[in-house]
C-alpha cells in the first residue's frame, strides 16, 4: 500500500517535480484531504510568521484596554483575564502545539518501530514480552497515566515528549508488528534472506518502507491526538508552565468566566485547536483515500 | 459481417450480446475496456472466452450479471438474456434474475461463502429466496443438489462452516449453490485457477456433466486454453478489449487464423514442443493499454504480418473464414500470412551435455513440529512430516523439475536447500558443500552466490521501496566480487542486456513494470553471482501466457550459456515436460517417481503420475487422454496415511497392504524409480495417458485397427516420442482395444516371482489380468460415460473364452 501513485511507464502524467513533491501532491486527489492540507498548512503558516504578524507581545498585559474585553478594532478576538491579546497568544500557541506535537509524535515512532519490528520480525519469547509491556501500558487510563507522570517529573516541554514518547509508543509497535508480520512473509524479503542480508537490513530497508503507507496515515492522525493531549494537559494545569501562551492552559485560565457566560475567551483558543485537530484528521482521511486509489 | 455469426434458425438463443461496448470511468478518463463484442448463446450450449488479463473477459461476465460497479457502465449495444436487454432492466428485475435465472461462479471459491454461515443455509437461501418454498424443502433440495455436484456425505458438508471443508469441496459446493435455482445461464470465471490440478480435473469434469444434465448454457472465461477446450463447444478469442476470433472449438484449435491466436498457441508448450527442437514462440512487445490501442487492428504493433496501411485503417471488422460456418477473425491478411514460412525461421538448438553431479540430495527428511500448550501444561507435540526421505542428483547444466500439487513439500524442499530452514536427517550436498544443516547466515558469500532462487509471484520478488538497479547492485555488493560501485553499475547494465530490458530500466521502481519485466529483473538477480545452482519455484505460473514464453526462453536461454543446474519447481506438467531433463514427482513430503522426463510421461507410471497426466488440461484437439479422475481430497500434512501417502485416493489401491505399509521403491534402470507396491509388470502394464491422434477421419473402433491398438498396447506405448512421451495409435479407444487383445503365450504366473531390475519391456498378461486391468481401469474412469464400453469390454472376453 504505497502512499503516491506515479503511474507506470507510458502513462498519460509525466513527472517534472521531484519525487517527494509529485507524491505529497497527490492529495490533491482527495478533496477532504485537500481541505485538512490547507487548515494544517494554515497553522503551520501562522505560526512560522508569529512573531512578525502578532499584533501584540503574547505576554504583555494591555490594561489600556480592560480586563476581558469582547472582540473589537484593535484586539481582534479581544483580550483575556490578564488583559492580553488573544489572537497573539494563540498565534503564539501555535508555535507550541506545531513542535511539541510532531517531536513527541516522531519521539513516539521511532520507540515503537524499533519495538514493533523486532517484536514482528524475531517473533517468539521477545515478541511475547514486548507485547505484554505494551499491553500494561495500554490497559492504563491514557489521561491519569499523563498526569501521573507529569506531576511526578514536572511540567516542561520535555516532559511532554517524554509522556507522549512513552503512551503513544505502545500503539505505533503494535501497527509495526501488524505490518511486519504481514510483510515478513514477502518473497523479496525470503530473497535477502537468501542471499545472507543480516536482521537489522532486512527490518530497515526491505521491510519498514514497505509500511510507510500505514504509519503515514496513522502518524497524522496521531499527531492530531497529541495535539488534543497537550491542549488537555494545559487545561489540568499539568501542562507548560504559565506564561507562555498555551492553548489549553488559555481555556483553563478562563474557566472562571465561562461559568459566568463569557464565553468568547475560551471559544477562540477552543476553535483553534479543534480545528487544527479536525485537519489532521483529514489529512490523514486524504492520505488513506488517495492510497487506495490508483 | 458479424450480424452473421451462428445465423440459425429454431430456438432462441439464451443470451445474446450485440455489438456491446463497455467502458470504466477514471479520474482522468473514459476507459474503453470492451468493445463491439458479438455472442450468441444457444440453450445448453458452453461458449468459451479466452484471452490475456485485461483482455476484457471478466468485464463481459460482469456486464452480462449487469453488476460493472460505479465506475463502469455500458456505453453501446445491449445484452439480450431470453430476448431482453439487461441494460434497461430494473434494480428489481435484476436481483430476481441473478441467481435464478443467472447464476455466476468465481474463482475463490473461499470468498464467495459467507465464512459465518453454514454450507446449508447457504445453499437453502437460494430457494427460499427465489422461489419462496419452505426451509425444509430447501434443505433437501440443497442436500440432494450437493450430491449432484459428487460431494461426498452431502449430510455433514450442509452442517459445515465453509472453513471445515478443502477449496475443491468449496468450489463443488459453490457450483451447486449456482445450479439449486436451474438457471438458464451459468457464468463461470475461472473457476478452478484456485485449485489444484487434479481437483481442477474433478471440477471440470462435473461442469461438463453440468450441461449435458441440466440442459445449463455456460459461459466459461479462462486464460487457459486447454480448459476451454475440454469443456466448451465454441470459443471467442479476445485481445484488448474485442473478440479476435470466434469459432467451433475443432475450427479453432486445429486451424487458427487470427495471428493473436496463432500466437497464444505457439507460446504454450503443446505436447511435440520440445525446447531444443521445437522451442516456443513468444508475442513480441505487449498489450496496448487500454487508452493507448493502436487504430485498425489492435494486434498490429506485435504482428509478424502488420502490413501498414491496411492492418492500421480504422473500422476493423471480423471476417468469415471461407467454408467453415460461424468461425471468424479479425484480421484482413486473413488468407495471405504464409506461416508454415514463419515457423520455419526458428533454428533448432543442440542439446545440452548435463555435466558432472552438481546437488546431491540423500534421505532428506524435514519435520516441523508444532507444539500446543495446553491446560495444564500438558504439551501436544504433533509432527508435520513435509520432507521424508527425499533422494535425487541433478547434474551441470540439467533442469530437474519437482512436480507437486500444494502441501506435497516441494516449497520446503527448496527452503531447506536455501538454508532458511534445516534439515532434520539427511544430506545436501553441492559440490563438496555439506549444506542441510548450514542455516544461510553460516553460508559464506561464496556458497550463497552458488545458490539463488526465481521466485514466483513477480508482485513479491521485488521489493516495492527499491530501484530495480538498486535490488540488483546490493546482490552484488554482497556477494563482495565487485568492490566499486562503477563496476557494479557495469555489472548491472550487463544484466539489463542479458535479461533483454533497456538499461534505463535500473532506475525504476517495481510498480512501473510490467509482470513480465519483473521476472525479468527477478532471473536478473538470480544469476547476478553466476551461481551454480538456481532454483525456479513456478517463475512463469503467474504471468500471461504469452510472457511465459518469454521468460520460460529467457531463463533457459540463461541457463544454457551459464551452463548452471536448473531446480525447477511445477504443478504445470506442460511446462515440465517442454522444458525438464529429469523429473521427480512429489506427494505429500514423499517422492513418488523419478526419472527422466520421458520415462515420467510414458509408462509405466506411478498411479499418481499416471493420475496428474490425465488432469493436466490440454490445448490441442488431436490430443486424446485417457481419464484418470480422482476422488477425494489431499489428506492433511498434519494426518497422513499410515503406509503410502497416496493410497487414500489411488484406483489401484490394495487394501490392507497399501495403507498400512511404506511402499517399495521399484527400479527401473537409468534412475527411473517408482514407490509403489504395485507389481512391476503391473506398472510396465499401463496405457499412455496422452495419446495423439494422427487423423480425425480414421475409424474410431478397435475392431477396425486391431492389430495396431494391440501392438501399441503389448509394448508399453508404442515407441514414445523423445521427450514427449506421446504415442500415435491411431484413433483407437484404448479401452476397447485392450479388451481384444488376442491371447499371448502366457508365461508362468509372475505373483511372487522376483522383478528384474532393468525392466524396460512390459511382461505379457494372462487373460484374466487384462480383464482385471480393463475393468480397474473403466471403474476409474466417470461411470456415466463407460458403462456402455465396459459391457463392450466384457462382450468381448466373453467372445475370446
Redesign the interface.
Known amino acids: 500500500m504505497?502512499v503516491e501513485t506515479?503511474p507506470?511507464?507510458?502513462g498519460?502524467r509525466t513527472a517534472i517535480l521531484p519525487g517527494w513533491l509529485s507524491s505529497i501532491l497527490l492529495i490533491r486527489?482527495s478533496s477532504i484531504g485537500t481541505v485538512g492540507a490547507l487548515i494544517v498548512l494554515f497553522w503551520v503558516l501562522v505560526a512560522l510568521t508569529a512573531p512578525w504578524l502578532a499584533p501584540y507581545d503574547p505576554n504583555k498585559n494591555l490594561y489600556d484596554i480592560g480586563v476581558a474585553a469582547l472582540p473589537s478594532a484593535t484586539n481582534w478576538l479581544g483580550t483575556d483575564e490578564q488583559a492580553r491579546d488573544i489572537l497573539s497568544r494563540i498565534m503564539w500557541g501555535s508555535r507550541i502545539v506545531l513542535t511539541i506535537a510532531p517531536l513527541a509524535t516522531v519521539c513516539g515512532y521511532a520507540v515503537g518501530i524499533v519495538m514493533g519490528l523486532l517484536a514482528g520480525y524475531y517473533r517468539g519469547w521477545f515478541d511475547t514480552i514486548i507485547m505484554q509491556v505494551c499491553n500494561v501500558i495500554l490497559s492504563f487510563p491514557v489521561l491519569v497515566l499523563y498526569v501521573i507522570i507529569m506531576i511526578k517529573f514536572g511540567p516542561s516541554a520535555l516532559n511532554i515528549i517524554a509522556a507522549v514518547t512513552f503512551i503513544a509508543s505502545p500503539q505505533v509497535a503494535r501497527l509495526v508488528r501488524s505490518q511486519t508480520l504481514e510483510l515478513r512473509e514477502?518473497?523479496?524479503v525470503?530473497?535477502a534472506?537468501?542471499?545472507?542480508?543480516p536482521g537489522w537490513y532486512i527490518m530497515l530497508?526491505?521491510i519498514l518502507?514497505?509500511a510507510?503507507g500505514p504509519l503515514i496515515v496513522d502518524g497524522c492522525l496521531r499527531m492530531g491526538y497529541t495535539a488534543i493531549t497537550i491542549g488537555v494537559l494545559g487545561f489540568l494545569g499539568v501542562g507548560l508552565r504559565p506564561p507562555d501562551p498555551d492553548w489549553g492552559g488559555m481555556i483553563r485560565d478562563t474557566y472562571s468566566y465561562l461559568l459566568g457566560g463569557q464565553i468568547h475567551m475560551a471559544l477562540a483558543p477552543a476553535i483553534a485547536l479543534s480545528s487544527l485537530v479536525v485537519g489532521f484528521s483529514l489529512l490523514a482521511d486524504g492520505v488513506r483515500e488517495v492510497s487506495l486509489?490508483d | 459481417m458479424t450480424k452473421g455469426i451462428a445465423d440459425v434458425s429454431g430456438p432462441q438463443p439464451v443470451l445474446e450480446c450485440r455489438n456491446l461496448h463497455i467502458s470504466y470511468y477514471t479520474r482522468s478518463s473514459e476507459v474503453p475496456a470492451v468493445t463491439g463484442f458479438n455472442l450468441k448463446l444457444m440453450p445448453g450450449e458452453a461458449h468459451g472466452i479466452v484471452g490475456e488479463s485485461g483482455c476484457g473477459k471478466s468485464t463481459v461476465a460482469f456486464a452480462i450479471m449487469n453488476y460493472l460497479g460505479k465506475n463502469g457502465a455500458i456505453v453501446g449495444g445491449e445484452i439480450l438474456f431470453e430476448g431482453r436487454d439487461i441494460a434497461k432492466m430494473s434494480q428489481d428485475e435484476l436481483r430476481r434474475i441473478r441467481g435464478s435465472k443467472i447464476a455466476m461462479v468465481y474463482q475463490e471459491p473461499m470468498s464467495s461463502l459467507n465464512p459465518a454461515m453454514r454450507i446449508g443455509r447457504q445453499l437453502a437461501e437460494v430457494p427460499v429466496y427465489h422461489e419462496n418454498v419452505s426451509w425444509e424443502e430447501a434443505y433437501n433440495r440443497s442436500e440432494a443438489m450437493l450430491a449432484n455436484v459428487r460431494l461426498p456425505d452431502p449430510k455433514r458438508i450442509m452442517d459445515a462452516y465453509p472453513h471445515q471443508i478443502s477449496g475443491g469441496q468449496q468450489q463443488r459446493a459453490v457450483i451447486a449453490m449456482a445450479l439449486l435455482s436451474n438457471p438458464k445461464l451459468l457464468l463461470l470465471d475461472e473457476p478452478t485457477t484456485a485449485l489444484d490440478v487434479t481437483v481442477e480435473a474433478g471440477i471440470v469434469d462435473l461442469i461438463k456433466e453440468i450441461s449435458k444434465k441440466f440442459g445449463t448454457s455456460m459461459i466459461y472465461i479462462s486464460h487457459n486454453l486447454g480448459l476451454i477446450a475440454e469443456t466448451c463447444d465454441r470459443i471467442t478469442v479476445m485481445y484488448s478489449g474485442q473478440a479476435v476470433e470466434v469459432g467451433k472449438i475443432r475450427d479453432v484449435f486445429a486451424h487458427m487464423h487470427h495471428p493473436y491466436t496463432r500466437g497464444l498457441f505457439s507460446s504454450i508448450p503443446l505436447p511435440g514442443a520440445d525446447k531444443n527442437a521445437r522451442p516456443l514462440i513468444s508475442i513480441p512487445g505487449q498489450l496496448p493499454l487500454p487508452y493507448a490501442r493502436p487504430p485498425g487492428c489492435t494486434f498490429g504493433p506485435r504482428c509478424s504480418g502488420f502490413q501498414a496501411g491496411r492492418c492500421d485503417k480504422p473500422g476493423l471488422e471480423m471476417q468469415a473464414i471461407a467454408n467453415v460456418p460461424g468461425h471468424f477473425a479479425r484480421c484482413v491478411r486473413l488468407n495471405e500470412i504464409d506461416w508454415e514460412a514463419a515457423a520455419k525461421t526458428h533454428k533448432p538448438r543442440a542439446p545440452i551435455e548435463p555435466g558432472p553431479v552438481v546437488l546431491r540430495v540423500a534421505d532428506m527428511q524435514k519435520h516441523y513440529t508444532i507444539e500446543k500448550m495446553g491446560v495444564f501444561f500438558s504439551k501436544d507435540v504433533r509432527k508435520i512430516k513435509a520432507n521424508e526421505q527425499i533422494t535425487f542428483e541433478a547434474r551441470e547444466a540439467e533442469t530437474v523439475a519437482i512436480v507437486g500439487e500444494s502441501g506435497c513439500g516441494k516449497s520446503t524442499f527448496a527452503k531447506v536447500l536455501m538454508g532458511l530452514e534445516q534439515a532434520t536427517a539427511g544430506t545436501i550436498h553441492l559440490g563438496n558443500l555439506e549444506l542441510g544443516q548450514v542455516p544461510v547466515g553460516d553460508r559464506d558469500a561464496g556458497t550463497i552466490a552458488k545458490l539463488q532462487m526465481v521466485f514466483q509471484n513477480p508482485f513479491e520478488t521485488l521489493n516495492p521501496s527499491h530501484s530495480v538497479g538498486g535490488q540488483i547492485a546490493r546482490v552484488l555488493k554482497r556477494f563482495g566480487t565487485l568492490p566499486t560501485a562503477k563496476l557494479r553499475r557495469d555489472r548491472v547494465n550487463e544484466l539489463l542486456d542479458i535479461v533483454k530490458l533497456p538499461r534505463d530500466f535500473a532506475k525504476r521502481l517495481p510498480r512501473q513494470l510490467s509482470g513480465g519485466q519483473k521476472q525479468r529483473i527477478g532471473i536478473a538477480r538470480a544469476f547476478a553471482g553466476n551461481p551454480k545452482l538456481v532454483v525456479a519455484d513456478e517463475p512463469v505460473s503467474a504471468l500471461d501466457v504469452s510472457v511465459q514464453a518469454a521468460v520460460t526462453e529467457l531463463l533457459m536461454d540463461i541457463q544454457r550459456t551459464n551452463r548452471t543446474t536448473m531446480l525447477f519447481i511445477s504443478h504445470d506438467l506442460s511446462v515440465v515436460r517442454y522444458l525438464a531433463d529429469r523429473v521427480v514427482v512429489m506427494y505429500l513430503g514423499r517422492i513418488m517417481e523419478q526419472g527422466t522426463t520421458e520415462e515420467i510421461f510414458s509408462p509405466p507410471y506411478h498411479p499418481y503420475t499416471e493420475a496428474l497426466l490425465s488432469a493436466v488440461p490440454i490445448a490441442d484437439v488431436r490430443v486424446h487422454k485417457r481419464k484418470v479422475v480422482l476422488s477425494g481430497e489431499l489428506p492433511s500434512a498434519l494426518n497422513p496415511p499410515k503406509g503410502c501417502p497416496f493410497s487414500t485416493r489411488c484406483p489401484y489401491v490394495i487394501k490392507g497392504t497399501c495403507d498400512t505399509i511404506p511402499p517399495p521403491v521399484r527400479l527401473f534402470g537409468n534412475g527411473h524409480a517408482i514407490a509403489c507396491h504395485l507389481e512391476a509388470q503391473q506398472l510396465t502394464s499401463m496405457l499412455p495417458v496422452i495419446t495423439m491422434r494422427e487423423s480425425e477421419a480414421k475409424p474410431k473402433s478397435a475392431g477396425a485397427a486391431p492389430a495396431d491398438a494391440s501392438a501399441s498396447v503389448a509394448s508399453g506405448g508404442a515407441a514414445p516420442s523423445r521427450a514427449t512421451g506421446i504415442s500415435t495409435t491411431p484413433g483407437a479407444a484404448n479401452v476397447a482395444a485392450i479388451a481384444k487383445l488376442p491371447p499371448v503365450p502366457q508365461p508362468p504366473h509372475m505373483n511372487g516371482t522376483p522383478v528384474p531390475a532393468n525392466l524396460r519391456k512390459p511382461l505379457p498378461l494372462t487373460d484374466a489380468e487384462r480383464a482385471r486391468l480393463a475393468l480397474e481401469r473403466l471403474q476409474a474412469n466417470d461411470a456415466s460415460s463407460s458403462t456402455e464400453q465396459a459391457q463392450q469390454a466384457l462382450d468381448a472376453l466373453k467372445n475370446q473364452s
Do not use: H, Q
Not at chain 1, 534472506?193 to 542480508?197: A, P, S, T, Y
Open positions: 504505497a506515479i507506470a511507464s507510458g498519460r486527489e514477502k518473497d523479496y525470503a530473497a534472506k537468501m542471499r545472507g542480508e530497508v526491505e518502507p514497505n510507510r486509489k
